[in-house]
């Protein structure tokens, strides 16, 4: 096992799948000479040329597009979008064309094709650069999505989306980049729509994915240190389609459950899975289900605000204390 | 080659269409393109064209006429060619003025909708946000999560007799699993026998009520009635009540009230029939100790003074004035005090330690015509007597037939304080102090 | 139209093949009775949503697709049963499509605005303006990243010139150097809007010199062999490792509404204007041209127009005949490969 950064494990996945299938290539804004503009495609051009790893022009709608077209001939496009809030520009390609060629053309064009960048907030960016794009894409039928939280998961998801024959959206995280993790050596896949546990409890369940996957993690720390209560962590890593089996299992063991998601709060992911829960595990919850998000509210640039509007650490820990009946 | 002319599907959501007007007459020459018909669709109005040029040979609907899309409305062809299988084989089906049906089906539909809107909103249960904290058992809507639901039912325990520790008493896992470890539903049961039973029924759903129709009106319940519901489902819900009937003569006693007014006129006092009840219940009270009694949990508290509450109807409910230490008072300072409560208690100005801890209540509805009625008891009083009008009635005395100022009384009793014998021998006690109103001072 | 603008005169008729020509009248006729069966049937009920016909603008499809190759590449808009057919999509298979038949191209997922053809590269009729245009030079790219020979011959209407899409497309195959042809199907209206209202130049084929290296030219698009010149020479252009896109603006005009909703005129242009243009039909011209030139005689050309109109029939009661998909075919498609977790699962009360 080695400890890499989670940029580094997507870097492994593209240059390992690039050598394993010569019909994947990289396509977006300064994924080629500027070796990425967070350098997830760092050393790519100079390894495999400009054909598979294009530098296209900042039109969104076009190079998705053109992507699309060439998945439609075959080839196994990766578009990379500078964040997922340019990508709002190629929605239309993306949910008109991408998602919807296989079904409107009675099963002759599918389109695997992988659109991948980081999404939420970073730091201090504001209002139009720290979007949560999760539920826009999730709910949308003929898309996968994935959003992976550790660097050994987004290895190996990112694997699975290149090798996947439907188009699948790859949600990562400009602050999840810099963060290391042990990763395996050898061949390392992890399957779409299979969620993880990434920590045992038996108290409660604290549901996550991405970046919050980190807080629950530090939520989960002080709730056992300080307040004797022991959570499980189900990290669900893909949202579509959702694991809801390894959820509802875990529901059934702890009977409560704070699902936590960056984005804001209506119709959210969360939403989603708090309805799974009181559908499939609603003889076993011993407490209403907590949500945990943003608040709902566009991103503010000062930043005691920004800190204020997104979901932290101490708010699931007061979420699980609630449903533990300990407040 | 002859072509048929259709009513043309205009819109992809039209599916009949009025003609309006034909722009041709049968024997004209059209070419392809022509406007051959207007057309009302469910937009607006628009114009068949013809697909081919030809002679108009046939139409077959009328200006006004209202056919489904892809109805055979007309025939082009050759001047002379033969259109008769044509023509013949389809007239068009009229789906009649739509007009005439529409106000009708609108009508309907209204009414539907009233009966829908007002339905559920006046069938909505009650929520009653108070919390039962105590140890004994709760009625009304119990609190309870899911999964505690289900480990109670599996381990056969009743729900509402478990304490409740989360959020507005809601009963949760801990208190479920508590329980169990308390010895589960065996231990539940023998509290239920030595005294903490529950009800069989834990809570009073409150039925769903027919949907609202004209004339009808909503009454929020003020706190007052509020409050009465909750005692009276308290009552007949966990007391197990029977009841006890007899008739009473009357006359000695409406006689006897008749002389001490007379006595009494000079200090304005005026005693009621009401308080003679009130004390005579208070004499016999005094000598069936057993009935001035409550249930306690795991005994029988019995009441060291007759604490006579009268029930007293008000406007939008009922209040039950105490007269304290009736078996210690005279009639007189009954009938005065019981006039006081009683005004007060009209004008709402009783203060809460008049009107609670009676042991023994009496509610008269004679003034309305009543006969005999029962009524429930007001826990944690054993007993309540129900007292019917006095009236005049024909009763058999030593073989004859005769006419007596006769009162039926029915008393509800409390099974887990009183029993059938004992109960009736109260009655017995009351009704002869009644009959014969010397037994008062003897 | 102006045809004093045009860059591209008559074609002489020398460098075709008498069956060649046959060829093109034959499908131009099978587009024409085909469409008006169409129409027939969407007044009948038989076909449901949209139904956009493209009578009067036959010369277009035909001359262009008659000048690919079985392996190039077609894309097209939402008009698109006349290209769906001339490419090589069965006439049954497109007309039970239109009636939402199992035996459609499409299974009858798609309806009218979304024929696809994967055996004969047809790849699709595409409902939102512009959104194909990109996906076009995505084939232009694999094709030159597998270093292929094929093009990409992409249709579209004229709305689409003055959007988003047409110009970030545009840019992309230039500065790469795609095999792809685009032809802008200018009837001088966007549905029920004069283009001349919209667009801020004269000849819409003047957008194409923003981009270096695009081929363009405006041409007639009435006339089925100045079209099939044109993509032939853009074909030529653009195949191999240095090849070039094309521009072409083919003047055509629609003698229908712009679905079956809308009247043939009305508000936006006049019942004079539309019977002047009906005059210029691209059938009628084409096969007076041939008689004239002693390549087809009437006999044959009734031949061939019954053999379309047989076509035709054919198609149809194929269609009336096809069964209806079963409502459990709702999930078939909607991806690739298994849902993990099943992609019913939230679809309860059905």
Redo the contacts between chains.
Sequence with gaps: MAVITYREALNRALREEMNRDENVFLLGEEVGEYDGAYKVSKGLLDEFGEWRVRDTPIAENGFAGLGIGAAMAGLRPIVEFMTWNFALLAYDAIVNSAAKMLYMSGGQYNVPIVFRGPGGAALQLSAQHSQVPDPWYANIPGLKVCAPGTPADALGLLKSAIRDDDPVVFIEGELLYNMKGEVPDEEHVVPIGVADIKREGADVTLVCHSKMVKVCSDAADTLADEHEVEAEIVDLRTIRPLDIDTVIESVKKTNRAVVVQEGWPYSGIGAQVVDDIQREAFDYLDAPVARVSSLDVPMHYARPVEKHILPSADAVVKAARHVCYLD | MATKV???????TMEEGKLVEWKVKEGDEVSQ?DVLAEVETDKAN??I?A?TGGTVRALLISEGDVVE??ALIGVLGDPDEDVSELVDGAKPKDVGEAEEEEPEAEEESVKAEDGEEAGPEAAEPEDDAETTTGTKPRTGRVKV??????MAEDAGLDIARIEG???GGRV???DVQAAIDAGGAEAQAEAGASGQAAPERAAAPTAALRPARLGDERIEASQMRKTIAKRLVQSIGPVPHFFLTTEIDMGRALDLRKALNERLSASGVKVGVNDLLVKVAAEALARHPEINASWDEDAVQRHGSADIGIAVAVPDGLITPVVREADRKGLAQIATEASDLIERARNRKLKPEEYTGATFSISNLGMFGIDEFTAIINPPEAAILAVGQTAERPVVEGGEIVVRRRMRVTMSCDHRVIDGATGAAFLQTYRAMLENPLELVS | MDRRTLDRREVDLGGYEREQLHDMLSAMLLSRRFEEKCAESYQMGRIGGFCHLYIGQEAVAVGGIHALRDDDFVFTAYRDHAQAIVRGIEPRAVMAELYGRVDGCSKGAGGSMHMFGRDVNFMGGHGIVGTHLPLAAGVGYAIRYRGGDEVVLCYFGDSVVNGGPFHEAFNMVAKWKLPVIYVVENNSYGMGTDIERVAAVDRLVTRACAYEGMHSERIDGQDALAMHAAVAAAAERARGSDGRPTFIEAITYRYLGHSMSDAAHGTYRTKEEVQAERKNDPIATFSDRLMEADLLTRGEYDEINQAAIDAVEDAAEFAENSPHPEPSVAYDNVYADEFRGGLDRRDAWR
């Design positions: 259709v009513m043309a599907q205009l819109s992809p393109g628009m114009d064209e697909m899309v892809g999560s899911p999964l505690a639901r289900r520790s989360g959020p949760v896992k801990s």
